[in-house]
Nanobody
Framework: QVQLVESGGGLAQAGGSLTLSCAAS????????MAWWRQAPGKPRERVAQ???????NYADSVKGRFTISGDNAKNTVYLQMNSLKPEDTGVYYC????????????????WGQGTQVTVSS
C-alpha cells in the first residue's frame, strides 16, 4: 500500500506564492511519474504539472512560466512551487503518483492524495 500526503496549501493574495509538498510512503518499488492536479468548484479536475522518472516535466498552459514541479528522490517527495498566483488558481490541489508498489506483489497503479486547498484572493 502506498500513501500520498499533501501539505502547504493555504491562503495567498494575487501575485503571491505558495509551495505544495507531496510525500509518498509505503511499499514503494519505483515511481514512474508524479503530478499535481487541481479542481475548482463546478469545474473538472485538470492536470497542472507532471514530472516523469527521467526528469521530464509537463505543464498546463495556464500555469506555464509560473509554476515549477520538482522532486526529491531520496525523500519520495514532489513539490509544486507556485508563483505569481492568480484568483483562477484557486481550487483543491491533488497529488497523483504513477507508482510501482512492492507490498503483496508488484503492482503499478495511480495513487491520489487527499487534496489541499489553495485559495487566492483579489
Amino acid at each position: 500500500q502506498v500513501q500520498l500526503v499533501e501539505s502547504g496549501g493555504g491562503l495567498a493574495q494575487a501575485g503571491g506564492s505558495l509551495t505544495l509538498s507531496c510525500a509518498a510512503s509505503g511499499s514503494i518499488f519505483s515511481i514512474h511519474a508524479m503530478a499535481w492536479w487541481r479542481q475548482a468548484p463546478g469545474k473538472p479536475r485538470e492536470r497542472v504539472a507532471q514530472i516523469t522518472w527521467s526528469g521530464g516535466t509537463n505543464y498546463a498552459d495556464s500555469v506555464k512560466g509560473r509554476f515549477t514541479i520538482s522532486g526529491d528522490n531520496a525523500k519520495n517527495t514532489v513539490y509544486l512551487q507556485m508563483n505569481s498566483l492568480k484568483p483562477e488558481d484557486t481550487g483543491v490541489y491533488y497529488c497523483n503518483g504513477d507508482i510501482l508498489a512492492s507490498g503483496g506483489g508488484l503492482s503499478r497503479r495511480q495513487y491520489w492524495g487527499q487534496g489541499t486547498q489553495v485559495t487566492v484572493s483579489s
